[in-house]
């Protein structure tokens, strides 16, 4: 082959490495630790209170939570929200329960949490001990296909020389 035939063909592995890697699913591990959790009642009246700042030092964490409804005709409410942004929404005048998965997140993190007209209340925060912090392969592969690159074009403009690895 040509090398430009070559460098086409590099590439084109190189781009279905990254789909394959990125449309495949990897099983998720079951090994879930608390973080924290928070419990209460809201009624007769409402309830309004940040979690604080917590720790998830792995990248895959969730919340758990559950509440007793007071039932007809009080419609409990419950709103968890991450950094504003609007995560757990869930209003019924049956008792409820839920799970939100967060991934490829890790870091400090608090949730805002409104709750009203339940009898009873709990949140859990918990993270997959299992889970480890990855950098992504589609950040690493091209370096080190761009890093091999640059290598046999080196070598190939150098003479032959035995520091070279590479021949012809």
Request: glycine share 6%; charged share 15%; proline share 3%.
């Given at each position: 082959?040509?090398?430009?035939?070559?460098?086409?063909?590099?590439?084109?592995?190189?781009?279905?490495?990254?789909?394959?890697?990125?449309?495949?699913?990897?099983?998720?591990?079951?090994?879930?630790?608390?973080?924290?959790?928070?419990?209460?009642?809201?009624?007769?009246?409402?309830?309004?209170?940040?979690?604080?700042?917590?720790?998830?030092?792995?990248?895959?964490?969730?919340?758990?939570?559950?509440?007793?409804?007071?039932?007809?005709?009080?419609?409990?409410?419950?709103?968890?929200?991450?950094?504003?942004?609007?995560?757990?929404?869930?209003?019924?005048?049956?008792?409820?329960?839920?799970?939100?998965?967060?991934?490829?997140?890790?870091?400090?993190?608090?949730?805002?949490?409104?709750?009203?007209?339940?009898?009873?209340?709990?949140?859990?925060?918990?993270?997959?001990?299992?889970?480890?912090?990855?950098?992504?392969?589609?950040?690493?592969?091209?370096?080190?296909?761009?890093?091999?690159?640059?290598?046999i074009a080196v070598c190939k403009t150098q003479k032959r020389s035995a520091r070279c690895l590479f021949t012809e």
């Amino acid at each position: 082959m040509v090398g430009g035939q070559h460098v086409f063909l590099i590439f084109f592995v190189l781009l279905c490495y990254m789909v394959a890697s990125e449309a495949t699913q990897l099983v998720n591990a079951a090994t879930w630790v608390e973080v924290g959790r928070w419990t209460g009642s809201a009624f007769p009246d409402q309830e309004t209170f940040s979690t604080g700042e917590y720790v998830c030092n792995h990248t895959e964490w969730r919340v758990r939570w559950n509440y007793v409804a007071v039932g007809d005709p009080f419609e409990s409410i419950l709103t968890i929200r991450q950094g504003g942004n609007l995560t757990v929404f869930s209003k019924s005048y049956f008792s409820q329960n839920g799970v939100k998965y967060f991934h490829d997140q890790e870091g400090n993190f608090s949730l805002s949490v409104f709750c009203a007209n339940m009898n009873e209340y709990a949140i859990v925060i918990e993270q997959d001990i299992d889970s480890i912090p990855e950098y992504p392969l589609f950040l690493l592969l091209p370096l080190f296909v761009m890093a091999t690159m640059l290598t046999i074009a080196v070598c190939k403009t150098q003479k032959r020389s035995a520091r070279c690895l590479f021949t012809e």
